[in-house]
């Protein structure tokens, strides 16, 4: 079985503040893991993934997220948050093995409000 | 280009009602997802589409949802007699299709239409 938590229901940052989106997960095999963004009655939108190769993976927007195996971790980070980032973020994963199916398993979320 | 779409956006029914919700998928994707997102949780798998085979139902809570996609491009997601529990976002994914071999793999990322919110009363 496959999981992911995210330990944070809300994160606070002052605009031009780094910020940093918690994620841990659980897969019996290797991951590919992913971060979304979700803003007010509007579909998930994509921004980006870690599949292989270098542990760590830059996105849309800005965002980065550093994929460790160790701890089974993929926290998203960026330098300087703005206003707009305010949103919405979904970690998910799929266990690489075929067996497993494509299904992504999501985390439940968490509230990023950065302030001006 | 075009997005996923999908149709209606917000959907009332009353209990029992049998409802209809469309997936337009972002054109020759082979790969289409249907999640339901409850109220402050994120979204759960429902069922899978590779072209027209529903390879995977597994994530349906009940006998009522049933999925399709006959041609392999639209899909519909019925939900019959429908329950208050049945409130929700249901959200449709597409994607191109991954691949394995030679003891490889990759896999795409799932691009996600706007949602149907249907409240049940």
């Known amino acids: 079985a496959q999981s992911v938590a995210q330990p944070e229901d809300q994160v606070n940052v002052a605009e031009g503040n780094p910020l940093t989106v918690k994620c841990t997960y659980s897969?019996?095999?290797?991951?590919?893991l992913f971060w979304y963004v979700q803003y007010p009655n509007r579909g998930l939108q994509f921004l980006l993934k870690y599949i292989t190769g270098d542990n760590l993976v830059k996105g849309s927007y800005g965002f980065e997220a550093e994929f460790n195996k160790s701890q089974t971790s993929f926290h998203l980070k960026k330098p300087s948050a703005l206003v707009s980032d305010s949103a919405l973020y979904f970690c998910a994963v799929r266990d690489k093995d075929k067996a497993a199916g494509n299904k992504l398993t999501f985390g439940g979320g968490t509230r990023v409000l950065v302030k001006p | 280009g075009a997005g996923v779409s999908q149709s209606p956006r917000y959907k009332v029914a009353k209990r029992g009602q049998d409802v209809a919700l469309r997936c337009d998928p972002i054109s020759g994707h082979v790969s289409l997802f249907w999640y339901q997102q409850a109220l402050g949780q994120g979204p759960e798998f429902l069922t899978y589409?590779?072209?027209?085979?529903?390879?995977?139902k597994s994530g349906l809570p009940s006998d009522r949802f049933f999925a399709e996609r006959p041609e392999g491009s639209v899909s519909t997601l019925k939900i019959q007699r429908t329950q208050q529990e049945d409130s929700a976002v249901y959200l449709c994914?597409?994607?191109?299709?991954?691949?394995?071999?030679?003891?490889?793999?990759?896999?795409?990322?799932?691009?996600f239409g706007p949602g149907t919110r249907l409240t049940v009363l």
């Open positions: 897969v019996s095999g290797n991951p590919y």
């Open positions: 589409f590779q072209n027209e085979a529903q390879l995977d």
């Open positions: 994914a597409s994607s191109l299709a991954g691949w394995y071999r030679g003891g490889q793999s990759s896999y795409n990322e799932q691009f």
